[in-house]
C-alpha cells in the first residue's frame, strides 16, 4: 500500500458525460501527478501540482482538467467524455516538486468506462 | 525529450530459473531511471531506482538492474522467478526536472511452473 489513496475504484459512464476522479496523496506529499494509462498510448503523463499550483502539463485533452485543493487533495475532470477516454487513470505523489532524486508514489488507479 | 524501449512486450521464464526484461533509455541529460511493477488490477509499486549513485541497484523482491550509459540500457534482473513475479513491469525515465515521468511499453512477464 503506497499511501496515496483514489476514488472511485471503477466508474461506469455513457459518452457526453462528466465525471470527477479524486485522488489524496501520502501524508506530507505535495505533489500530485495524473496518468493514463489505455491500451493503445500505454501510460502517459498528463499534469502536475505542487502546493495548489499547476507544475508540469503533459498530454492532457482540452477537455480534461484538474485543481489541487488547500488540503492537497486533487480532483481530475473529465468532460464531454468519449470512447477513446475509456482507460485507468492513476494518481501519484511525492514529496517535493519533482527533482530527480524524488520518487513518485502510484494510487491503485481510477478504472474509467465510457459506453 | 526522453524516450524509454523495453525490448520485449513478453517475456516467459520457469519457475526458479533466472529473469532478464531489457530496457533502452534515451534522454539528453542524466536521467533517473526506475523499474515499477502491475499486478493484475493493481496499480503502480516501485522496484527500484536509479539516481546516479551506484550504477548496480538493488530493489525489493530479489530485483536488480544496472545503468549502463554506453549501452544506455537500464536492464531488471532476477536470480530465481517466482510465480508471485508475474506481472507487467514498466521501465521509465524521469523528466529534466524530475517531474514527468516517461513509461516504456512494459513487458508481460509470465512465470511457468
Known amino acids: 500500500d503506497s499511501g496515496v489513496t483514489q476514488t472511485p475504484k471503477h466508474l461506469i459512464t455513457a459518452t457526453g458525460q462528466r465525471v470527477t476522479l479524486r485522488c489524496s496523496p501520502r501524508?506530507?506529499?505535495?505533489?500530485v501527478y495524473w496518468y493514463q494509462q489505455s491500451l493503445d498510448q500505454g501510460l502517459q503523463f498528463l499534469i502536475q501540482?505542487?502546493?495548489?499550483?499547476?507544475?508540469a502539463k503533459g498530454n492532457i485533452l482540452e477537455r480534461f482538467s484538474a485543481q489541487q485543493f488547500p488540503d492537497l487533495h486533487s480532483e481530475l475532470n473529465l468532460s464531454s467524455l468519449e470512447l477513446g477516454d475509456s482507460a485507468l487513470y492513476f494518481c501519484a505523489s511525492s514529496v517535493g516538486v519533482g527533482g530527480l532524486q524524488e520518487t513518485q508514489y502510484f494510487g491503485p488507479g481510477t478504472r474509467l468506462l465510457v459506453l | 525529450a526522453q524516450s524509454v524501449t523495453q525490448l520485449d512486450s513478453h517475456v516467459s521464464v520457469s519457475e526458479g530459473t533466472p529473469v532478464l526484461l531489457r530496457c533502452n533509455y534515451s534522454s539528453s541529460y542524466s536521467p533517473s531511471l526506475f523499474w515499477y511493477v502491475q499486478h493484475p488490477n493493481k496499480g503502480l509499486q516501485l522496484l527500484l531506482k536509479y539516481t546516479s549513485a551506484a550504477t548496480l541497484v538493488k530493489g525489493i523482491n530479489g530485483f536488480e538492474a544496472e545503468f549502463k550509459k554506453s549501452e544506455t540500457s537500464f536492464h531488471l534482473t532476477k536470480p530465481s522467478a517466482h510465480m508471485s513475479d508475474a506481472a507487467e513491469y514498466f521501465c521509465v525515465v524521469s523528466g529534466n526536472a524530475g517531474n514527468m515521468l516517461t513509461f516504456g511499453g512494459g513487458t508481460r512477464l509470465m512465470v511457468k511452473p
Open positions: 501540482y505542487y502546493n495548489g499550483e499547476e507544475r
Open positions: 501524508s506530507g506529499d505535495l505533489s
